[in-house]
């Protein structure tokens, strides 16, 4: 039986798929023509997740959802397509901290990559390095809310949203299912001066999600929050590499 491979700390990334172009389906640059990198592993287990096969093994196979790409690999997959926007998702990519710092720092000491934007789609519950920090463009940080069904010790660590908040590079997007749902929202904003915030319906298929933003829409607006769609879902429903 092949060995299983093992990645080399601080020169392999943990991936689950690389794709695009496609459009940035979420938050604040939705509809942006976007290449995505989802990395493997999450700490939580929300129980909507809509990307469990980055992570949960009672209902996939792991290790065939697991791919070891090393900088240079992502650095040629960039470099065989125009990138405007990078978006970094997982799991959760903040578990590859050091791998993931000398990615963006091979993606900015590009000279031809100085004016990729990159974001990176993270659940607030871990810090950014100071490395990672200077070189994301933006984090897209989703606290979860209680419907996640996470405790609230998982989903919420104070010191972080705190830290995220404080590097001016993060935008709030919350997952939300009814209505009552925006009154957590608002008490975590104000606990910890989250902005600018985005609503985004849960949902994996299209009903559901323009279903839910018709429900949200109003509430959203008279809150003076943003709204936003999950586009791939609209267009692609929950296909995978979209
Ligand atoms: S934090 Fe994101 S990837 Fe992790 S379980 Fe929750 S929704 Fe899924």
Not at 51 to 77: G, N, V
């Amino acid at each position: 039986m092949k060995p299983p491979t093992v990645p080399a700390p601080d020169r392999d990334l943990v991936v689950n798929e690389t794709f695009g172009p496609t459009f940035q389906g979420e938050g604040p640059s939705t509809g942006r023509y976007a290449h995505f990198i989802r990395l493997f592993g999450c700490h939580l287990s929300c129980t909507w997740c809509d990307t469990p096969h980055t992570h949960d093994p009672t209902r996939y196979d792991l290790t065939a959802e697991q791919r070891i790409l090393s900088i240079d690999d992502i650095l040629s997959w960039l470099a065989a397509a125009p990138v405007d926007l990078l978006v970094i998702t997982g799991g959760e990519p903040m578990l590859q901290p050091r791998v993931l710092e000398r990615l963006l720092l091979a993606i900015r000491d590009r000279s031809l990559a100085t004016d990729i934007e990159i974001e990176i789609e993270t659940s607030g519950t871990i810090p950014p390095t100071d490395l990672l920090t200077a070189a994301a463009t933006r984090f897209n940080v989703s606290p979860k809310l209680a419907h996640s069904g996470l405790r609230r010790h998982q989903r919420i660590r104070p010191a972080v949203l705190r830290h995220l908040a404080g590097t001016g590079k993060a935008v709030w997007k919350f997952v939300v299912q009814e209505i009552d749902d925006l009154d957590e929202v608002q008490e975590l904003t104000e606990a910890y001066d989250l902005h600018p915030v985005w609503i985004m319906p849960e949902g994996t298929d299209s009903s559901t999600v323009l279903t839910r933003m018709r429900l949200l829409a109003e509430p959203v607006l008279s809150r003076r929050w943003h709204l936003s769609p999950r586009l791939h879902t609209l267009l692609w429903e929950n296909d995978r590499g979209r």
